[in-house]
């Protein structure tokens, strides 16, 4: 037995160094890997005979079809008197029948089928979507287009969509971030209909004649594209399409409101609401860029180095140096129809608020005097060129970004070179782009909080305008 122990001792001592020579190499630090080398999934492009474009992915792992229409219409397009309508519409196309069945049957019989149909209006689209197993895709793409092209738009179900937008007004300004979340996009897009807001008086004000004379304007053939994914025969699909999506004669020709670009005025403005809570919520910034720039790449770096990682630099100096927030960030929305914005936020305790607004903007004034590290540049490289793969993660994801490429009009072949450009940018053309879109003098700064807690007076940041919180609420 000795024997054996000893024996064993011995050939511990001579594995140990060779496990530790293997746990040396094994580094994470130092372990080299070959560059990724992944092709965009491709979606073949059909017109149909009514000229709409399709974006066709076949996929037959599961038997399931996708399908979602993309409609140019929004609500930039609403009325500011009638702020609420697009979403409204959006809502009620699908809760309130369409082609003359009713809700109830429309809702037991998709439940049945095992189907889905939802529809939605945002900002500058609306869409409507479709998911079917596919022997029970036929019915349902009847389904879909009649709330897509024949909604009913039942008086009973605008009055519950009424009222439901109306409770969600009542309780707008229970949580601080919501506030917040309303408040710096409705500065920043003062005088333009991004900044709009539903109010009391203008969701009570929209009539069911409204919603279909929007409808009317807006959801046609030959505005809205197709994408189409899912276990399908090609030749079968598009018949289907073909016969459901007849082309319209007589159709007056299709034009749409003339929407103007925000106008880019640099002010900067301080902006407080009054909320009795212990944690104060902080958020400014001001308009930024659209797609259509030629900076965006160094854009996507710059976001990323200043307040889009858990290592950037917002985050390693507001929440890990410093310890007043947990969380604290910024980004650019690049925008693809209208100039997009540029928002920094953070939440922290009362009596640090003006320690971290001054410190947030520090940190950003510095993103335009010095160029960034080799090391911050390199590793925004590689998260960008590296996850860029994750936002093809399946057909449905692939075919649908396909059809938004050409919905807001993206060049030919912008996929293709997007993570050439991105490794193209350098040091200089993200401390430019930080002096062009980065302007901390100018930002509207929102403050929702105690006052009597902080630990400086606001007016210290600028001259205070006092938001009014309380709610004009209409008797029933």
Do not use: W
């Amino acid at each position: 037995m000795r024997r054996f122990v000893l024996s064993t001792c011995f050939l511990i001592t001579l594995i140990a160094p060779v496990y530790a020579a293997d746990q040396r190499l094994a580094n994470p630090r130092t372990m080299k890997f070959p560059d990724l080398n992944y092709q965009i999934p491709n979606a073949e492009r059909v017109v149909l005979e009514c000229g709409m474009p399709v974006y066709l992915l076949r996929d037959t792992e599961l038997p399931i079809i996708n399908m979602t229409a993309m409609v140019r219409t929004g609500s930039v397009y609403e009325p500011a008197e009638k702020s609420g309508l697009s979403n409204m519409v959006g809502t009620v196309m699908r809760s309130g029948g369409a082609g003359g069945v009713a809700t109830e049957t429309m809702d037991d019989e998709l439940e049945f089928m095992a189907s889905s149909v939802e529809s939605g209006v945002g900002s500058d689209m609306g869409t409507i979507s479709l998911t079917a197993l596919k022997k029970n895709f036929n019915r349902t793409l009847q389904i879909f287009s009649d709330v897509l092209l024949r909604p009913d738009f039942n008086e009973k179900r605008i009055e519950i969509a009424r009222r439901q937008t109306i409770e969600a007004l009542r309780r707008q300004n229970d949580d601080p971030k919501e506030i917040a979340g309303r408040e710096i996009n409705r500065v920043i897009y003062a005088g333009h209909p991004l900044g709009d807001i539903t109010t009391f008086k203008s969701i009570s004000s929209i009539t069911r004649q409204d919603l279909v004379e929007f409808h009317r304007q807006f959801y046609r053939l030959d505005n809205m594209i197709l994408a189409v994914s899912g276990d399908f025969d090609r030749t079968a699909l598009l018949k289907e399409l073909n016969l459901i999506f007849k082309p319209v004669m007589n159709h007056t020709a299709l034009t749409l409101p003339t929407v103007p670009q925000p106008k880019q005025l640099f002010q900067g403005e301080v902006i407080y609401g009054k909320k009795e809570i212990n944690q104060t919520v902080i958020r400014m910034g001001h308009l930024g860029l659209s797609k259509d720039s030629p900076d965006i790449y160094a854009v996507r770096l710059l976001g990323y180095i200043l307040g889009g990682s858990f290592t950037s630099r917002l985050t390693m100096e507001i929440r890990t140096n410093q310890g007043l927030a947990y969380s604290v960030g910024s980004h650019f929305d690049i925008g693809r129809r209208f100039t997009g914005s540029f928002i920094a936020e953070t939440e922290t305790k009362a009596e640090s608020t003006t320690k971290a607004i001054s410190l947030m903007k520090k940190i950003i004034t510095d993103m335009t005097i010095e160029p960034v590290s080799d090391g911050e540049l390199n590793a925004a490289r590689e998260y960008i060129i590296n996850s860029f793969m994750f936002g093809f993660t399946s057909p449905a994801s692939i075919v649908t970004q396909r059809a938004r490429l050409e919905y807001y009009g993206y060049p030919d072949g912008y996929l293709e070179r997007y993570r050439d450009n991105i490794a193209k940018v350098t040091k200089t053309d993200i401390l430019n782009a930080a002096r062009k879109y980065l302007h901390p003098d100018a930002f509207k700064l929102i403050v929702i909080g105690d006052a009597a807690k902080f630990n400086q007076p606001l007016a210290t940041l600028g001259k205070v305008r006092e938001l009014d919180l309380k709610l004009n609420i209409p008797k029933p």
